[in-house]
């Protein structure tokens, strides 16, 4: 072994007289691998093994098998693990990935490609339901039709699990059917009766996490189609006439979200998005009394703020997250607020008293920072909803001048500028105003992760669960009018699209990585055939695109449906923060 480090220590360093008396340092040497720019097909989850080897030349140009003492992995490593030369490659990442060996400060690397068939098949379905697909002529008459999702949803690689929702044939005779995700890399199948005796609406599937994870590990467009037949008759099938497509981001989504649920039980649910096969979960184990809706996450995850008895009740708190204890406990008066925000470094909150007049500015322990209140922009005005930029720089806040805090009329939304080492607040200007002759008010700020954009949501009269809440975003520094979200708005009336919230980390997608980011918002639109008249508040989830919105462009795509949620639960203010903390 010492020879061969030497030798290659004199490949690396070796020199030579370019005839000018120069001294030109010789080429690094490098590790060749072996198999070069392979192909494999993962059938049905059985793994591939595949061995590797790695061999570099030493000062006289003699080749030299470094195998042994190379350190071998995937560049991605959802495409399967070595143990030492020796490949598993299991299927959960599908397309182009590179082997790389390492030896010492040297490294190589060749191609693999992995292509994934896998065929699922429903306990409840016949095992060979694939040959009677694989088998059938097609009968148009058979062919049932998509009902969700909508087409070309962009969804993040780990979003976790994937519905499809589907009408049956016109005759109503299908009892089987085939869904298929693919594109050039995967084929994967699922065949089933399309009900759950849990929840027996006909039909709908959904793709689980072990086999989503290979379909959107590709980071392309997946083709999503349809078929079905009478199983009494499988001799035809029908092909639903559209294909759906599903777009995937560059990168997984990450953070925690916290979102208050309404029924059946009242509690303040959390899910880690890093974690798609954990369910979510009540965030308090002994949760406080009463309703915690008007809640508020700081951003680093580690501190909420909340009403413990519902809104303009006299109780409010401040709580340690991953200890579930009380940093604060305010009551009575103007000690107390429904709606708060933290500043970024989770050291400050600013509350409303709880009758709008005043905006206060404190410690975590309750105590007040400014012992002057920061008063409404707007004459006999009062204030709610305040938010504070990422960068620390901007504060917005609702102004209105009737109705409660957490129903406020007439709203407006006023910018201010915020210095978080000074506790000052300056510069108060309306960002977004009202229109009352139109019937144009505007609640719920939120700032992007950039601090560049300010989401909103726009009704026609008040904040409350109001059926034309639509979602609005505008430049921050109001340099540009409001821009309407209107593709991911645009599935019906009276649909209550509001209180959007930006999930914390940019993501890009495509082959020129478009920047983008995720705004989630609650909406009582139909879901599928799952929740198939609406009207009970769910968490949907739409793509924003900040460079079409600088050109005044619609910014937003066909919104999908957060699916980690329970069907039979209303869910609303969904919170996000970097992290999900744990003690």
């Known amino acids: 072994m010492r020879v061969l480090l030497a030798a290659l220590c004199l490949v690396v360093v070796g020199c030579g007289n370019d005839g000018n008396r120069h001294i030109a340092d010789a080429a690094p040497a490098a590790i060749t691998v072996s198999p070069a720019d392979l192909d494999v097909t993962v059938v049905d989850g059985v ?22 003492g190379a350190t071998f992995s995937f560049s991605d490593a959802a495409y399967g693990t070595f143990a030492g030369a020796d490949a598993t490659i299991g299927g959960q990442g599908a397309g182009m990935v590179r082997v790389v060996a390492s030896y010492n400060e040297l490294k190589g690397d060749t191609g693999l490609t992995v292509y994934v068939k896998q065929k699922v098949i429903d ?12 088998s059938a002529t097609e009968d148009p008459s058979l062919a049932p039709g998509f009902v969700y999702p909508s087409d070309h949803i962009l969804v993040p690689p780990n979003l976790g699990q994937f519905d499809v929702h589907w009408n049956g044939n016109t005759a109503n005779t299908d009892n089987l059917f085939e869904v298929k995700m693919a594109n050039q890399y995967i084929d994967v199948r699922l065949y089933t009766t399309g009900l759950d005796m849990t929840n027996p609406q006909p039909f709908w599937t959904v793709f689980a996490p072990d086999s989503w994870y290979p379909i959107a590990s590709t980071k392309q467009t997946v083709s999503l189609s349809l078929a079905g037949m009478d199983s009494a008759n499988p ?58 809706g008007c809640h508020t996450l700081s951003r680093d995850g580690t501190k909420i703020a909340m009403t413990l008895n519902g809104a303009e009740s006299g109780t409010a708190a401040i709580y340690d997250v991953a200890t579930q204890a009380p940093i604060a406990v305010a009551s009575g008066g103007a000690e107390t607020w429904d709606f708060s925000a933290f500043n970024p470094a989770a050291t400050k909150l600013f509350t409303v008293e709880q009758d709008g007049s ?19 922009l707007t004459a006999n005005a009062r204030m709610t909803q305040p938010e504070v930029s990422p960068d620390a720089t901007k504060l917005a806040t609702v102004e209105y001048t009737s109705g409660a805090d957490y129903s406020a009329n007439d709203g407006k939304i006023v910018i201010w500028d915020y210095d978080d080492t000074g506790n000052t607040l300056t510069n108060p200007r309306v960002l977004v105003d009202n229109d009352p002759q139109n019937g144009v008010y505007n609640y719920y700020p939120s700032f992007s992760p950039d601090s560049q954009w300010v989401a909103f949501t726009r009704t026609n009269g008040n904040s409350y669960n109001n059926g034309t809440a639509e979602i609005w975003v505008v430049k921050a520094d109001g340099t540009q009018p409001p821009i309407l979200l209107a593709t991911s708005n645009s599935t019906g009336s009276n649909i209550t699209n509001s209180w959007a919230r930006w999930v914390p980390f940019g993501q890009t997608f495509g082959a020129t990585n478009e920047p983008m980011f995720y705004l989630t918002f609650s909406s ?9 008249g609406g009207g009970r508040p769910q968490i949907w989830m739409t793509p924003f695109f900040p460079a079409r919105a600088a050109q005044g462009q619609d910014p937003s795509g066909n919104a999908f449906r957060v699916p980690f949620q329970a069907v039979d639960t209303s869910n609303h203010i969904a919170q996000w923060t970097n992290a999900v903390v744990i003690q």
């Open 47 to 68: 793994a591939v093994l595949q061995s590797y080897t790695a061999h570099t030349t030493d000062e006289k140009g003699n080749d030299v098998d470094i195998t042994a």
């Open 123 to 134: 306990p409840n379905a016949p095992p060979n339901s694939g040959d009677l697909f694989g």
């Open 235 to 292: 001799g035809t099938k029908g092909t639903a006439p559209t294909v759906q497509s599903v777009d995937v981001t560059n990168e997984n989504a990450q953070g925690g979200i916290y979102y208050w649920t309404t029924q059946p039980n009242p509690a303040i649910v959390r899910y880690d998005v890093s974690k798609p096969n954990t369910p979510p979960a009540p965030f308090f184990a002994n949760a406080p009394s009463g309703c915690m």
């Open 358 to 376: 005043n905006l206060n500015l404190r410690n975590l322990d309750g105590t007040l920072i400014s012992q002057t209140p920061f008063a409404p």
């Open 524 to 532: 009582v639109r139909p879901f599928g055939v799952r929740i198939p």
